[in-house]
């Protein structure tokens, strides 16, 4: 299985401030056929399910607002808050679809400072 | 837009069998693959197993002696059974449609259904 590493597991930022989590896989979610990382952020907050934020690692989903940005290749992945609101206040996790089982990360729990 | 509702037995004693099912709304359930995933408190997210509208099936192979995922066309729903649960397997369950074929990422999701196995 392929291994998705989190960091940190938890940060506190202030509002307006900007908000960066790292993801890490065990092995390159990079195919080279079409050149695409196999990459998934969400956001979880408490008592609901997750909701897709990005897929193919940097493409936003629809309603995602801008201040969200997901970046990497390879083995190494962002997710960018560029400018904390209070509705960021969440669990953010990642998840690699380029083998099966898919995997998540273990989540990173972002709070308000 | 695509709802999915999910519902299913929430209390279970060890060595029973867990039984949910989901419901699709909104959109053809023969466009997509779907899914079961879990949440263990403390241990993060693990994905169970898909499902197609032709009866094409894959399992996490952590839990496929014990996994049996099903669908019914007709009534576009699509069921989750998981046999000799222990307390292990105390989790909200979750049911999730896939993005696009042969690039599952989760897209749309169930309510979640906590299940909790005690004796």
């Known amino acids: 299985d392929i291994v998705m590493t989190q960091s940190p597991d938890s940060l506190a930022v202030s509002l307006g401030d900007r908000a960066t989590i790292s993801c890490k896989s065990s092995?390159?979610?990079?195919?080279?056929?079409?050149?695409?990382?196999?990459l998934a952020w969400y956001q979880q907050r408490p008592g609901q399910p997750p909701k897709l934020l990005f897929y193919w690692a940097s493409t936003r989903e629809s309603g995602v607002p801008d201040r969200f940005s997901g970046s990497g290749s390879g083995t190494d992945f962002s997710l960018t808050i560029s400018s904390l609101q209070a509705e960021d206040a969440a669990v953010y996790y990642c998840?690699?679809?380029?083998?099966?089982?898919?995997?998540f990360g273990q989540g990173t729990k972002l709070e308000i400072k | 837009q695509v709802q999915l509702h999910q519902w299913g037995a929430g209390l279970l004693k060890p060595s029973e069998t867990l039984s949910l099912t989901c419901a699709v709304y909104g959109e053809s359930f023969s466009g997509h693959y779907w899914s079961w995933i879990r949440q263990v408190p403390g241990k993060g997210l693990e994905w169970i197993g898909d499902i197609n509208h032709t009866g094409e099936i894959n399992y996490n192979p952590s839990l496929k002696s014990r996994v049996t995922i099903s669908a019914d066309m007709y009534r576009e729903h699509f069921s989750l059974t998981l046999e000799s649960v222990t307390a292990a397997d105390t989790a909200v369950y979750y049911c999730?449609?896939?993005?696009?074929?042969?690039?599952?990422?989760?897209?749309?999701w169930g309510q979640g259904t906590q299940v909790i196995v005690s004796s």
């Open positions: 999730a449609r896939e993005g696009q074929w042969l690039a599952p990422w989760f897209d749309s």
């Open positions: 092995q390159s979610l990079l195919y080279t056929s079409n050149n695409k990382n196999y």
């Open positions: 998840q690699q679809y380029y083998n099966s089982p898919y995997t």
